[in-house]
């Protein structure tokens, strides 16, 4: 078996003549039981190495053509055999468990239904913590580099199945996986997105905000708020956009400024106090407002009204920018993805030998 990218996810594969690509399985190797998706026929060689590995637990299928060698892994290792529900009746083995859409197969791994997919209960895997997706057969990693979607043939609606993939595009991501073809290590967001580009039976760049829905934070009190994250369903690389709604008595963002990136607000409908360190400025529906980089740009909302306050917020999106959240002395650096505060502040050789 060949170790990915990551120190714990393996895979092995076979070359299929007809569709000229390869077919794989993978094993992701964890203390509380190995799991295994998709097996295909394994060597005697790989055999033993995934024994050296610990066997397995479970075995996942990400459809019911995925079936593959499931049977023969699960009468060698004993695992279970989990499925989505809608495709349990198509398997020729008995499931151990079914699942469904967002549902936590175990800590760390989810499961995304693809509706409109090769069959019914079709699912990409989505490991959060390691920001890595596994497509079964939608997403085929052909030719090497980037991706396709499976023949249009083999789906019984292409451009729903292709906009369903909008539900991969909302998760943090830079990791493919894939069952058939090559997987892409790098950027495989905007793989994807120049996959779904491509095609001319849809346009991915375009969405009516209807069919987003709100998204609640469940951030500590008074900061749930709720948002329309736009910008990844479709396509955005150098803007972040996204619609905001205030209940009354709630706040948007702790107080913050950004040192390079650019930010702009609309007042979509409602009212509410724009807090600043300059003092408190009272917002209302058709306002537009910047905040520029640095300090001067320093703000959050805070909706002191009685009725719903609907905020659209345009941004760059930098790299290598750094919040600053003046209230709480804390600091963001967006290459390390990790918030600290910045007192006490430390000389240059404090700690060096």
């Not at 493919?176 to 892409?184: E, W, Y």
């Not at 996204?242 to 400024?257: A, C, E, N, T």
């Not at 306050?309 to 600053?324: R, W």
């Amino acid at each position: 078996m060949k170790r990915l990218i990551f120190e714990d996810i393996y895979s092995w594969g076979i070359f299929s003549q007809e569709r000229q690509i390869d077919f794989n399985g993978h094993l992701w190797v964890r203390p509380d039981g190995n799991i295994i998706i998709d097996p295909v026929p394994i060597s005697d060689a790989d055999k033993e190495h995934l024994t050296a590995l610990g066997g397995a637990k479970t075995i996942v299928l990400t459809n019911a053509d995925h079936e593959r060698e499931a049977a023969a892994f699960q009468e060698w290792t004993g695992a279970d055999v989990i499925v989505h529900e809608a495709d349990a009746d198509a398997l020729s083995i008995t499931p151990t468990r079914t699942i469904t859409d967002r549902e936590t197969i175990v800590p760390g791994l989810h499961a995304v239904h693809l509706e409109h997919g090769k069959s019914p209960g079709e699912i990409a895997l989505y490991f959060p913590e390691k920001q890595t997706v596994l497509f079964g057969d939608l997403v085929v990693g052909e030719p090497m580099g980037a991706l396709s979607l499976l023949a249009d043939a083999k789906l019984k609606d292409p451009p729903k199945a292709a906009l369903k993939l909008r539900k991969i595009l909302a998760l943090r991501f830079s990791t493919i996986l894939v069952g058939d073809g090559h997987s892409i290590f790098k950027d495989a967001r905007q793989h994807l997105i120049d996959c779904l580009q491509a095609r001319r039976d849809i346009y991915i760049n375009r969405i009516h905000i209807d069919e987003i829905a709100w998204q609640y934070k469940n951030a500590p009190p008074p900061y749930d708020f709720e948002d329309k994250d736009i910008d990844p369903l479709i396509g955005g690389k150098n803007l972040g956009y996204r619609v905001i709604r205030l209940q009354p008595g709630k706040m948007s963002f702790p107080m913050h400024f950004h040192n390079f990136g650019e930010e702009m607000c609309y007042v979509m409908d409602g009212a509410c106090t724009l807090k600043t360190p300059r003092g408190d400025i009272e917002v209302t529906q058709g306002d537009f407002i910047a905040f520029p980089p640095g300090t001067i740009g320093a703000h959050k909302f805070v909706n002191e009204t009685e009725a719903p306050v609907v905020l659209f917020i345009l941004g760059t999106t930098t790299p290598h920018d750094v919040s600053e959240y003046p209230d709480s002395n804390k600091v963001l650096p967006y290459v390390v993805g990790k918030i600290y505060r910045k007192d006490p502040s430390l000389s240059y050789w404090d700690g060096e030998v």
